[in-house]
């Protein structure tokens, strides 16, 4: 069974990543690691207590869908009813709607123990939060009053509709058409791989739509952002008669059977009612909004579904008893002893450590962006904070399948029986590297846009200081000095890499885009390694000290060395491809493939 990973949880945010220091800023100045811990620990018993033993059952009942109606298991009502009567959907929102207006980086700790317990169930909520956070960011007052109290509460949740079938990643195709109609549009048009487009968990359900006002431009420029309840909100509150859309059916999935992908149906007899978000013709720039959170949140789940694989392959591993050790011996000996599945079980935890931290440091960043007063300083970390959430999403997912499926590996054959649980953590995750973007599109965003809007410099400066972050390590222990080696000798080659890929999306595009990928990955694997490499010579500080939790912080040591010597390799790889691997790929005929 999951079990939240408290100790680590909190060794990132007050150890490696100083979060307390967000109490200097009158925006958290109630904050503090104790305020922070005592949420950690409630989260765990929740997610351990509430949202893990419903887990199989969401899998194996799942969603059902008859005549526009969604019905989720009767385990997963209970269970909302009781999060929301637990504050955990207030937890990060504006205390103006309600809110606890706790750091973000906290939500996304929070968020990882219950991705991790149950990643179904926490869809829910997940989209909820963007929603609430796009308007907040650009509603009106007036309808930020009307929706975001209920939705702040819980009570109502939100979506997010963007894509249509015939449009897929390209927004620019959308056909959904809103028409001016007094103070509010008529929606009509038709939105798929809509998460939680439709459930009985909640009496409402505010859908945040893109969609083309008459006579708008063609392409992103002549798209708009219009929220659109389910059923209208009467001038009191209470809720009116039915809007015009309905669910036409849900998709039938490899994994996240207990989370509704809907495909939606707008304006059916007219046209559904919907409310203008902001200005006309800017509705892409504001659902990046919700997508930018959503992408960090997608990112954390590949971390909590990590979390969940390597619990599960761990287990599996100190009990299964089969085979002698190596080097002799004659008693039989449980799995974790054979080298090779020692192995495996370093992988996963090293980078689980390398996943969690770096997701944590990029929500640090868009804290410190919402609170700094000084300009330079908020502007820096905005720009730090959207660099990394590409990099969190992409790298942190694709590891998560990757070590999803290493999970099975140990299990062996058991690993691919149902009963053992981990054949749906593999499925479930599967997801992860997909939805709110692909992997692909997350590489495009992270060479495209964020390298090419400063030609590079904010890279440049998180490069720089990472550098002397490595450099001012210190410490007599040899593992620390190894470890601060081979990560600077990785942090020069990612270096190398952005200087040739921000050569090369100037002049040879094509080839830029086609190493993309190798370059995120290769973004991915560096900074993990600088988070454990702060983290091993923090530990052995710790145990310089005579501090307590001594095995946890040897473990520190244990998988920063692991990750130096078996993870950090990889780097000269993806060099190499993103040298000189663009052109094989920029002219290759497709018809030929």
């Known amino acids: 069974m999951y079990q939240a990973p408290v100790r680590d949880l909190r060794f990132v945010l007050d150890e490696l990543l100083g979060v307390a220091s967000l109490a200097a800023f009158p925006r958290y100045h109630e904050f503090s690691s104790d305020l922070a811990a005592a949420v950690i620990d409630e989260a765990a018993r929740f997610a351990q207590d509430v949202l893990a033993p419903i887990n199989r059952i969401g899998d194996s009942v799942g969603a059902t869908f008859r005549d526009g109606a969604v019905r989720m298991p009767e385990q997963f009502r209970s269970a909302y009813r009781q999060f929301i009567d637990g504050g955990w959907t207030q937890l990060a929102a504006a205390p103006e709607f309600g809110g606890q207006g706790a750091p973000l980086v906290l939500a996304v700790a929070v968020e990882e123990i219950g991705f991790g317990a149950n990643v179904a169930f926490m869809l829910c909520p997940l989209l909820a939060r963007g929603a609430s956070e796009a308007l907040e960011a650009v509603a009106s007052p007036q309808l930020q009053a009307r929706l975001l109290p209920k939705m702040v509460q819980g009570e109502w949740t939100g979506t997010m509709n963007l894509t249509e079938p015939h449009a897929g990643s390209d927004l620019a195709?959308?056909?959904?058409?809103?028409?001016?109609?007094?103070?509010?549009?008529?929606?009509s048009g038709q939105k798929i791989f809509i998460t939680y487009g439709e459930h009985d968990l909640a009496p409402n359900i505010v859908h945040l739509v893109l969609a083309r006002i008459d006579g708008a431009p063609a392409g992103t420029k002549g798209i708009s952002l219009f929220a659109v309840p389910k059923f209208l909100i009467n001038p009191d509150g209470s809720l009116g008669q039915h809007n015009d859309l309905r669910c036409v059916s849900i998709e039938h999935k490899l994994g996240i059977h207990a989370s509704p992908t809907c495909v939606m149906s707008y304006g059916d007899h007219g046209g559904a009612i919907g409310y203008l978000i902001g200005k006309p013709h800017h509705g892409l720039e504001y659902m990046f909004i919700m997508m930018n959170s959503a992408r960090l949140s997608v990112g954390v789940q590949g971390v909590g579904l990590a979390e969940l694989a390597l619990q599960q392959a761990s287990d599996w591993a100190r009990s299964?008893?089969?085979?002698?050790?190596?080097?002799?011996?004659?008693?039989?000996?449980?799995?974790?002893?054979?080298?090779?599945?020692?192995?495996?079980?370093?992988?996963?935890?090293?980078?689980v450590e390398a996943m969690r931290a770096l997701a944590l440091y990029a929500a640090l960043q868009l804290d410190r962006a919402r609170a700094e007063t000084d300009q330079p300083r908020r502007a820096a970390a905005l720009t730090r904070g959207e660099l990394l959430i590409p990099i969190v999403k992409g790298w942190c997912t694709d590891q998560a399948s990757e070590l999803a499926s290493l999970a099975v590996q140990v299990h062996g054959g058991m690993g691919f029986i149902e009963e053992t649980g981990v054949a749906q953590t593999l499925r479930d995750v599967r997801i992860t590297s997909i939805y709110e973007g692909t992997t692909g599109i997350q590489a495009n965003d992270l060479v495209g846009r964020k390298l090419g809007r400063d030609r590079g410099a904010g890279m440049s400066a998180l490069l720089s200081d990472t550098m002397r972050e490595l450099n001012d390590l210190r410490g007599s222990d040899a593992t620390i000095r190894s470890v601060r080696n081979a990560t600077i000798e990785a942090l020069t080659m990612l270096r190398d890499a952005t200087e040739v890929l921000r050569q090369q999306v100037s002049d040879t595009p094509a080839r830029a885009y086609a190493v993309a990928v190798p370059y995120l990955h290769l973004c991915g694997r560096v900074l993990g390694a600088a988070m454990l490499a702060r983290s091993a010579a923090i530990a052995a500080a710790r145990l310089a000290g005579g501090a307590g939790d001594v095995n946890f912080y040897r473990a520190k040591l244990q998988t920063a060395r692991f990750y130096a010597e078996h993870l950090?390799?990889?780097?000269?790889?993806?060099?190499?491809?993103?040298?000189?691997?663009?052109?094989?790929?920029?002219d290759a005929d497709p018809d030929l493939i």
């Not at 008893?321 to 996963?348: C, E, K």
């Not at 950090?568 to 920029?586: F, H």
């Open 173 to 187: 195709a959308i056909r959904t058409r809103a028409s001016a109609d007094g103070d509010h549009y008529r929606i």
């Open 320 to 351: 299964r008893i089969q085979g002698r050790p190596a080097g002799g011996g004659s008693a039989a000996v449980s799995i974790g002893h054979h080298p090779d599945v020692r192995r495996m079980l370093l992988t996963m935890k090293a980078n």
């Open 568 to 586: 950090l390799p990889q780097s000269l790889g993806l060099l190499r491809i993103i040298k000189s691997g663009g052109a094989s790929v920029a």
